[in-house]
């Protein structure tokens, strides 16, 4: 058996399936480099639940509050993670898509599978072909799991590389969402009043809110746990 | 599969005016850090350029009461220095002792690349924290800065275990 064969099937499968997450990843890649963004050591993605989520409440406090350059953030990076949890989710059972999805689209899998059909449906058998039928139906697992090992392997590097790649497009933009957001917090006459009502004057940043909020949070909650998270961003 | 978002050249402005105050505070805090350069300790008998050159991430952080600044098991590479307000250093849930103004930690672990050894925790109203990284990647052209830097580390940690030396043979 040709391996290059089996991996190059397996390697044009792996290119449809991650197809959208590829093309996403290199378009927002190619967005960060052409425009010098920043790429922040720090996970600013786990930011975005609660960015997004201040910025519904800003909204409300200020109908005037948000810029087209905020809300172009706002969607792009819920679809963002919209894309991100979909493949992770859909990735998740290998066996389950090789066994439904890629053997479908193997030529040599398909061929081997109707060769012992055609084999079996022959009206009168030969014990030369009820010899090759036996061999045939023996050697199709062992085929078959030869391919799933190599296409364990290239199917779990190909996730990792585009689900990390999608990521740190997500933590660039969040970490501009992050700086947005706060500062055309900071532009709003209506939201600074807010801040500065709960003594919280000049501290219009995600450290400061969290710290706040949280202070005056039931603990062990979920949302009390994710936002300490949150906090070690700026740890 | 989704929505394309165009982003328009003032959109892409707004981004890059964010890198420039980003830029402009790092700036203002390495100023600050220079002109008290000369007090820390451990800048001793380093060039002002030369720092100028091995330490990056300048940050002035301020800190309330129970506020942790590192957690033990942390992989962090910051090391902070206590401008004012003092500071609790805990060893699993032990207080192990307290740091005051003038004082430096986190400088294990980045010069050894560890893991925060211990935890430290706002012991006052409010703390203010001079906190920077060191760059390595300098060390071609700025070794004797560096040697100069990690000299001066080695001996606040000489220091510090001096001073739990004297504490174990106190308490026995």
Known sequence: MDYKIIEDEIYQFCEEFFYDISDISEENDDFIVNNKLRVPKENYAILNKFLQKTLKNFKI????????????????????CKVYDTVLKESINVRDIFES??????????????????????PEKTADEILSIKKMKKDYPKLK??????????FGDDKRHHLLSLRSGINTKSYYFDKLL??????SVTIVKHFSIRKLEGK???????????????????????LQKCLKVFK | MSETIEYLVEDIEKFLRINEEELEEQSLSLKKLLSVADKIKIFKNIDTLDLRAIVYDVKFER??????????GQEKKEIYFIIDGECQVFFNTTRIGTLKPGEVFGEAGAIFGTKRGATVVCATPKATLLSFKVDEENIDFCAPALAALYKNLAYE????????????????
Not at chain 1, 145 to 154: G, L, T
Not at chain 1, 182 to 187: C, L, N, P, T
Not at chain 2, 66 to 71: M, N, S
């Open chain 1, 182 to 187: 706060w500062k055309e917090a900071d532009a």
């Open chain 1, 204 to 226: 219009l940043n995600t450290k400061d809110y969290i710290v706040f909020t949280t202070a005056i949070m039931r603990p062990y909650t979920d949302e009390y746990r994710y």
């Open chain 1, 101 to 122: 999805k890629f053997i479908a689209t193997s030529p040599t899998l398909t061929n081997f599978a109707k060769a012992i059909l055609n084999y079996v449906e022959l």
């Open chain 2, 63 to 72: 800190f309330r009461l129970k506020e942790y600044i590192v957690e033990q």
């Open chain 2, 157 to 172: 940690i000489n220091a510090k275990l001096d001073s739990v030396n004297t504490n174990t043979a106190i308490k026995k």
């Open chain 1, 145 to 154: 799991e030869i391919f799933f090992n190599i296409f364990e392997e290239v």
């Open chain 1, 61 to 80: 406090l200020d109908q005037t509050y948000c810029t087209s350059t905020l809300d172009k953030l706002g969607r792009d990076l819920e679809q963002l």
